[in-house]
């Protein structure tokens, strides 16, 4: 009977998988909402009956993804299936929240590697060459528009401006991938809540995010990242990179960290959602003034438990 409801499972949502996929592929207008929903089927039935199945149901989702779509939605189909397993994986384990999340977006980090390879490979694609190459054509028009109007040597300060800026973004490469992963993982995530919740009148929710906490280890991390970062110097050395990526990745936990703790603050002392929320907003329109005071206020959140101090003043 379980293998029977397995096999009526798979085919239903392979069959849910491939409209999306094809819908995602041929219908340009709708493939911006239906790409988020690629992940669903996979974690329907990861939640349902653990990591080993889906791996057949994978299988045979990149067998006919070949065969019914394109061979250029493979990378897709790959991508999609791998978060979406990692993430049902994780609630057939009953993980909380936070930490399926975590292990989704892992996930999505391997099947985007996958996708980078795969089209390094197989289609010659090689992506930081097209950033370049989609970057310096747009350095090349804005300079000749700069030009056209007499202003040459504003024009090659920009141009030098913006040539530091493209290594910047090809170095910090790895961080633009785990933040794709990270959303694709949450919004997986949220959207297959909805559709458990519906189908199998479960209660699945993330937690508020004020109860958001990083364990203590990121902080060890950061602050090996930050030595690290003043010893090396030269910026075409591979562990300058990795030191940066990392610099920048548990900078951004350390962020979310202290946004968190100000929702929490609010929370514990019956503030307003509304003061938290413009703080957050305040933040994105003027970073370079904000940006490093939420982060210090989670690095002081996590190394010195500032909320369990609250907890015990009650």
């Known amino acids: 009977m379980n293998q029977s409801r397995k096999m009526t499972d798979g085919a239903l949502l392979l069959a849910i998988f491939m409209v999306i996929l094809l819908v995602t592929i041929f219908v340009p207008v709708l493939s911006v909402f239906s790409m988020f929903f690629l992940p669903v089927p996979f974690v329907l039935f990861a939640s349902r009956h653990g990591f080993k199945p889906s791996l ?47 292990r989704g977006t892992f996930g999505f980090v391997i099947g985007l590697l996958f996708v980078f390879v795969s089209s390094q490979m197989i289609f010659s694609v090689n992506w930081v060459d097209e950033l370049e190459v989609m970057v310096t054509d747009s350095l090349e028009m804005s300079s000749s528009l700069m030009e056209s109007f007499g202003v040459a040597e504003q024009s090659e300060e920009f141009e030098a401006l913006i040539q530091l800026q493209v290594q910047t973004m090809i170095d910090l490469l790895p961080v633009g991938l785990a933040l794709s992963a990270l959303v694709l ?12 919740n519906r189908l199998e009148k479960k209660e699945l929710r993330f937690s508020p995010f004020r109860n958001l906490r990083f364990p203590p280890s990121i902080l060890w991390i950061y602050f090996f990242a930050l030595i690290f970062s003043f010893i090396s110097r030269d910026p075409s050395s591979f562990f300058f990179t990795a030191v940066q990526n990392v610099l920048v990745l548990t900078g951004l936990i350390m962020t979310m960290q202290g946004f968190s703790f100000i929702f929490y603050y609010a929370y514990h002392k019956k503030i307003s959602k509304s003061i938290p929320i413009f703080i957050v907003i305040l933040t994105i329109l003027f970073p370079t003034f904000l940006l490093y005071f939420i982060r210090i206020l989670g690095i002081i959140d996590i190394g010195f438990r500032l909320r369990d101090h609250l907890e015990n003043k009650k």
């Open 56 to 102: 057949v149901m994978f299988a045979v989702s990149l067998v006919l993804a070949t065969m019914f779509a394109t061979f250029f939605s493979l990378p897709l189909a790959l991508l999609m299936g791998l978060g979406g397993i990692t993430v049902g994986s994780a609630i057939y384990k009953e993980y909380s929240p936070y930490e399926t999340w975590a």
């Open 185 to 196: 993982a949450f919004l997986s995530q949220w959207i297959s809540y909805k559709f458990i």
